[in-house]
C-alpha cells in the first residue's frame, strides 16, 4: 500500500474502510490522553499543530482511532439512547467511519462535560487559530456546514481528518469536501 492510497482512502458509507492501521503504527497525539489514538504521522502532525499553539491545555482529544467493534458499540449505544434520526446523522456505519483508519480526530475545548458525540470545539480564540493551520499541517475539517448532501454526515466542527499535505491545503483553499477533490483527481487521472 502506497501513500495515497492510505492516507487518501475515501471513507464514506459508500466507501468502507480499506485499509487500516497496523497496531505498532498507532500512537498518542496528546501527552495527556494516552488511550486516544491515531496513526503516527497524524499524530505527529496533531502534535505539532498543538504545540505550535500552546494548546495542548486548550483542545483536547476526544475520540481517534476505533476498531470495529467500538465503532460498533458507540453505533448501537446512540442508537438505543438518541434514534435513527440523530445517529445516522452524527455517527458513521460501522465499517464505514475514518476512526478506523486512525487518520480522523475530535477535537473539543477542554471544558467541564464534553460531549462524546457532538463536543464543543469553537471557531475563536485558539480554536480559530487551529483551524486556520490545521491545513498546514495535513488536517482536513472533514464534515464542513453546507456539504451533508455529498458528505452524507451533518455538520461536524469538531472533526478533523489526516490526509497530508499539500491536499489538505487544495481541498481547504477550495472548499472541497474529501468526496469533491477525489472525483476531480480521478477525472484529472483519465
Known amino acids: 500500500m502506497n501513500y495515497r492510497e ?24 496528546h501527552p495527556d490522553y494516552p488511550d486516544i489514538l491515531m496513526e503516527r504521522r497524524a499524530a505527529a502532525a496533531l502534535r ?21 467493534a467500538e465503532q460498533q458499540a458507540i453505533w448501537d449505544e446512540t442508537m438505543s439512547s438518541h434514534g435513527p434520526d440523530y445517529t445516522k446523522s452524527y455517527v458513521a456505519i460501522p465499517g464505514c467511519s475514518e476512526h478506523q483508519t486512525g487518520l480522523a480526530i475530535d477535537l473539543a475545548a477542554n471544558r467541564p462535560d464534553i460531549d462524546f458525540i457532538c463536543p464543543d470545539l469553537p471557531y475563536d480564540g485558539v480554536y480559530g487559530e487551529f483551524r486556520r493551520l490545521a491545513p498546514e499541517y495535513g488536517f482536513i475539517l472533514r464534515y ?25 491545503q487544495i481541498i481547504t483553499e477550495n472548499g472541497l469536501v474529501l468526496e469533491e477533490y477525489m472525483q476531480e483527481e480521478e477525472q484529472n487521472a483519465s
Open 144 to 168: 464542513p456546514r453546507g456539504k451533508e448532501h455529498i458528505t452524507q454526515i451533518s455538520e461536524e466542527p469538531w472533526h478533523f481528518r489526516y490526509i497530508g499535505t499539500p491536499h489538505a
Open 48 to 68: 505539532a499543530l498543538l504545540a505550535r499553539l500552546d494548546a495542548f491545555d486548550k483542545i483536547i482529544p476526544v475520540s481517534g482511532f476505533r476498531s470495529q
Open 6 to 29: 492510505f492516507y487518501l482512502q475515501l471513507v464514506d458509507p459508500q466507501n468502507p474502510v480499506r485499509f487500516l492501521p497496523d497496531g505498532r503504527d498507532l500512537t498518542a497525539p
